[in-house]
């Protein structure tokens, strides 16, 4: 039956405490996302028993309510309640105590979520221009292709820029300020610069690699920042800090200009002195480290994340390791880590929801198991399957792991690797994996996989589930 999105917004806002409580209000591709001021007045039994309510999860100063796919199409009332917007944002209230990689991966989880309709719409685009490349249905040099192109790289390009708008937006600081450091990353005359280009400019040697100067002797080593998440990321204290005491400092006559200078003039040496040359290392560091692995054991280290990708999506932690999936995309080219992983785990998801489907005499819960199998299989989106058929009745979650286990298995002895982001991983995105010296290898060791996978969490969970069990 179909949600009742008011009757529903009503529910959810009472289970939290009131319109009162709610700092402010967002949604994901699957999950309400709600600032509470005080998570001590919400009740997450009473929330948890509201109808299409899958499930609770308080994660980075979040109270995180999983929808599903109606999660869109029940904001849109939610906002009404409480004059909400998509885009709005509050400062979250400091939380005392926790523990800090958590709160860590959920303030990078927080940061990316606004940002992916965006990424996975232009990546999408991307692999479909992949595809009509590779079969000659299209000119890599004509104009389309330059113009779409353009338009799709944008986004991957002017990351930074993205990101100074989500990190302002999820601390409550100046949206243009924070946008002006990520787009002196993406300045042309400043790439030449590092890069060497420039006739005028004195250049030198620091730690081993090349570098000009700032202030004629702060060195300013020779790094590419297009396409960069971690050198916005590690500056964000440092912005918030700059901006609270540029505001301090600044009298009120004179604050309009001289409150973004100082602002500008404190982060721009700190950002291309100190912690854009650290990110750009660390960014390095882990794409070694990740080819490294995947070059030793990559029988090994494929199928392992498969099989945990699910408990990870359950922490909300996901979202943060597309950093991760970005910079290998830059460093390497490809990735495995998240994209194949994601692809392995989510369609045997959705493989085992069809195994309660095909194996319950319940007319309601087939109805629900095959829904939410197509979410998972065909759109990637694994959240109504899990919390409302696997993990519900625990022993298709067996079922789903066992899958992803073998499909990440076949995937990693055989060397699929995602060469390009688009969509959230399911059946349709094995068109990621075409790239490399055999272009169409990947697609279709990840279709063998898939079948694998798919066919062993179907028959785990059709042994396994009982009627009985899930009563």
Not at 84 to 113: M, R, Y
Not at 252 to 275: G, Q, S
Not at 325 to 352: E, H, R, W
């Amino acid at each position: 039956m179909a949600l009742d999105y008011t009757e529903t917004s009503k529910q959810i806002i009472d289970g939290v405490g009131g319109l009162d409580n709610i700092s402010s209000a967002t949604h994901c591709m699957t999950r309400l996302r709600l600032v509470l001021k005080d998570e001590s007045k919400a009740n997450d039994d009473a929330v948890r028993g509201i109808k299409g309510v899958k499930s609770v999860i308080k994660q980075g100063g979040q109270y995180q309510i999983v929808i599903g796919n109606e999660v869109s199409n029940l904001f849109k009332e939610f906002s009404k309640m409480g004059n909400f917007s998509e885009n709005s944002a509050a400062k979250e209230p400091k939380k005392k105590g926790g523990n800090a990689v958590t709160n860590l991966f959920g303030f990078i989880a927080g940061c990316l979520t606004p940002l992916l309709p965006a990424m996975l719409g232009t990546g999408m685009v991307k692999v479909l221009l992949t595809l009509l490349t590779t079969i000659g249905l299209m000119n890599a040099a004509g104009p389309t292709y330059t113009i779409l192109y353009s338009m799709a790289d944008s986004f991957f390009y002017f990351l930074p820029i993205m990101l100074g708008w989500s990190i302002a937006k999820k601390t409550g600081h100046s949206v243009p300020m924070y946008m002006v450091i990520g787009a002196m990353l993406c300045y042309p005359d400043l790439i030449s610069l590092l890069g060497g280009g420039s006739e005028v400019a004195r250049y030198g040697v620091f730690l081993g690699q090349n570098c000009t100067y700032i202030f004629n002797f702060l060195p300013v080593v020779g790094a590419s920042y297009t396409s960069s998440v971690l050198p916005m990321l590690l500056m964000t204290p440092v912005m918030g800090w700059a901006e609270d005491f540029a505001d301090k400092v600044s009298p009120n006559v004179l604050k309009a200009f001289l409150k973004p200078m100082l602002f500008f003039l404190i982060c721009t040496p700190i950002m291309l002195v100190v912690l854009g040359p650290l990110g750009a290392i660390l960014g390095n560091v882990l794409a070694a480290g990740i080819t490294a692995l995947y070059t030793t054991v990559p029988w090994l280290t494929v199928p392992i994340l498969s099989a945990a990708m699910p408990f990870i999506v359950m922490t909300g932690m996901h979202y943060a390791l597309i950093p991760l999936a970005i910079n290998n995309m830059a460093v390497l080219g490809y990735d495995v880590v998240v994209i194949v992983t994601m692809f392995c785990s989510n369609i045997c998801q959705g493989a085992a929801s069809l195994g309660v489907a095909l194996k319950t005499k319940d007319t309601e819960t087939k109805s629900e198991g095959i829904a939410c199998a197509i979410s998972a299989i065909v759109a990637g989106v694994t959240e109504p399957a899990m919390y409302g058929i696997n993990m519900r009745f625990v022993k298709p979650m067996i079922g789903a792991v066992c899958g992803a286990g073998v499909a990440g298995l076949i995937c990693g002895i055989f060397g699929v690797k995602g060469y390009t982001m688009g969509g959230s991983p399911s059946i349709l995105t094995l068109i990621n994996f075409i790239g490399g010296p055999n272009p169409y290898s990947g697609v279709i060791w990840g279709a063998i996989a898939a079948v694998a996978g798919m066919g062993v969490a179907l028959a785990v969970t059709y042994a396994l589930y009982k009627d009985e069990d899930a009563k």
